[in-house]
């Protein structure tokens, strides 16, 4: 693609989640130019639904993009490629001319959790699956599907199930980020990252990742409704006319493969080096590294999975619900319900949390909170956890439960990095910290102190997700190698735990186990069903 010589260029990143759109102008060098954003809505459905429309995303994202680019903060020309990050596990059914022929599942949606037991069980069984089956998935994939229904081919058993007469029009099942490039560019395909959670491809070779014929059969599934692969670093194709000429883009501009959330995110917190780990703290949660072997842990949902960068590994640990809890307490608890619906809520909500919470000392006068509002997936897998505060008394205030919420969500990601750190076989001393959360200096300093690591503070941390797909999309064209993004990245600040600190959450996060041990069974009693517990 030809640049003036000397001249910057410049990528439109994208990065599709939950809450919305946004869309970013990012240098290939990872430097933040500009952003907006465009809000998308989820549909909550009995039963555990949880759906989005394909055409509200692609709405927000023309609205968001038009909007970015006619501030006029880099010259249109410059912007030379796109590419795409979004929500892992979301699952688009498509037409033959690629029109979404219902709403997306999200990652949230457990509803084909009955369909996936019934298809991972049979005698002999160990945490709810048949030994022999799960031995096959982990021998392919390295993994399996999870219990809870919410992993894509869940999805598309539910498809099937319920909904046969979408399945037999559906020509292929993309994921949320392909189907990004599809409206982009015309072209159907998906990336090993962003096809792995379907559980049908073979990656024991990370150099040459397929489809596994024998998975697919095993599944119950039309090979011919999967989407041809290729690398997230590989070009898709140009702009369509139409999105160029809506856009005021040119017509060359190349869109790269690029990556699920999950996975832009680890490029973007610029812990690409094996066994360097970050943590991000936006809607969800996760502990994520690069690992240098293909391995497994079935107990506590951990695997080698593909990454963004070709030929690496990667294992993470997510959890449900991080950040949603501060809306849940916006929402439901600190402010009028009717008056955050309408929007008239202060803008700065979080900050006004974020003050509540720095009026309490740590530990929240013993308060603890535990996030599962939406049940947990990893380090265990229920549908059937819930929130709750534990210990409060007439001295509690709202302060205590801003902080306490906190505090939780810490614990809670804390229990996860134990099972990263022995998968990894090392303790991961240092961490960088990315997404929403980390924008609060409050919350990397709980982190440092219930870690007891040292938490770097990524600089624009709510942009890592951009950030990494735009390095996704600089490293395929051969502006940078990925071995350079380290050097690349930019820290706020340094947060190291503090001693006195530290003595305190040591107490208080082996009571929230305890809290987890003594109560699953009633939980499970409350809200019904089994589930695999470890």
């Not at 040119?250 to 690409?272: E, M």
Request: proline share 4%.
């Amino acid at each position: 693609m030809k640049n003036r010589a000397g001249a910057q260029r410049h990528i439109l990143a994208v990065d599709h989640g939950t809450s919305g759109i946004k869309v970013a102008l990012v240098t290939d060098k990872g430097e933040i130019v500009d952003f907006a954003f465009e809000p998308t809505p989820t549909f909550y459905l009995p039963g555990g639904g949880a759906e989005q429309d394909p055409e509200d995303w692609w709405k927000a994202f023309i609205k968001a993009a038009r909007s970015l680019l006619a501030r006029g903060r880099v010259k249109r020309d410059s912007i030379v490629a796109a590419a795409v990050s979004s929500t892992f596990s979301s699952t688009v059914a498509v037409d033959r001319e690629g029109k979404a022929l219902m709403n997306c599942l999200t990652w949230m949606d457990s509803r084909g959790a009955p369909y996936i037991k019934r298809l991972a069980g049979g005698f002999p069984t160990i945490e709810g699956y048949n030994v022999f089956k799960v031995l096959r998935w982990i021998r392919y994939t390295g993994g399996g599907p999870q219990l809870s229904g919410k992993d894509d081919i869940a999805h598309v058993l539910l498809i099937k199930n319920r909904h046969p007469e979408i399945y037999e029009k559906t020509h292929t099942f993309l994921g949320s980020k392909d189907y990004f490039n599809l409206r982009l560019t015309g072209e159907m395909a998906a990336t090993p990252d962003s096809v792995m959670l379907f559980w049908v491809t073979d990656t024991r070779d990370i150099h040459r990742v397929r489809y596994s014929d024998p998975l697919i059969r095993a599944m119950g599934v039309d090979r011919e409704k999967l989407p041809p692969l290729i690398r997230s670093v590989d070009v898709i194709g140009t702009l369509k006319p139409e999105v160029a000429r809506a856009l005021g883009l040119r017509k060359d501009l190349q869109v790269v493969g690029g990556s699920p959330d999950h996975q832009a995110a680890l490029v973007g917190s610029g812990a690409v080096r094996d066994f360097e780990g970050h943590v991000y703290i936006g809607t969800s949660s996760w502990i994520e590294c690069i690992v240098p072997f293909k391995k497994t842990d079935m107990f506590h949902s951990i695997a080698s999975l593909p990454s963004a960068i070709p030929g690496r590994y990667q294992c993470i640990n997510e959890q449900d619900i991080a950040g949603g809890c501060l809306s849940f307490l916006l929402k439901n608890i600190i402010l009028h319900k009717n008056e955050f619906y309408q929007g008239r809520n202060p803008r700065n909500a979080y900050d006004l949390l974020n003050r509540m919470a720095s009026r309490v000392g740590p530990g929240s006068g013993r308060l603890i909170f535990t996030p599962w509002l939406n049940g947990e997936r990893t380090p265990v897998d229920s549908t059937t956890l819930r929130g709750s505060f534990y210990n409060i008394s007439l001295t509690t205030t709202a302060d205590h439960f801003a902080r306490a919420v906190l505090e939780g969500v810490a614990y809670n990601t804390r229990w996860s990095l134990k099972y990263v750190e022995r998968f990894a076989g090392r303790k991961m001393d240092t961490l960088n910290i990315i997404g929403g959360g980390a924008m609060s200096s409050l919350w990397c300093q709980i982190f440092a102190d219930v870690f007891n690591r040292r938490i770097r503070q990524v600089k624009d941390p709510i942009e890592s997700n951009a950030r990494g797909a735009a390095f996704i999309a600089a490293a395929g064209l051969g502006f940078i190698g990925f071995g350079d993004i380290p050097d690349l990245i930019r820290y706020e600040k340094v947060y190291e735990p503090l001693e006195a600190n530290r003595i305190l959450y040591e107490d208080l996060y082996g009571e929230f186990i305890n809290i987890y041990r003594k109560n699953r069974n009633i939980f499970r009693r409350l809200n019904g069903g089994m589930d695999k517990e470890g």
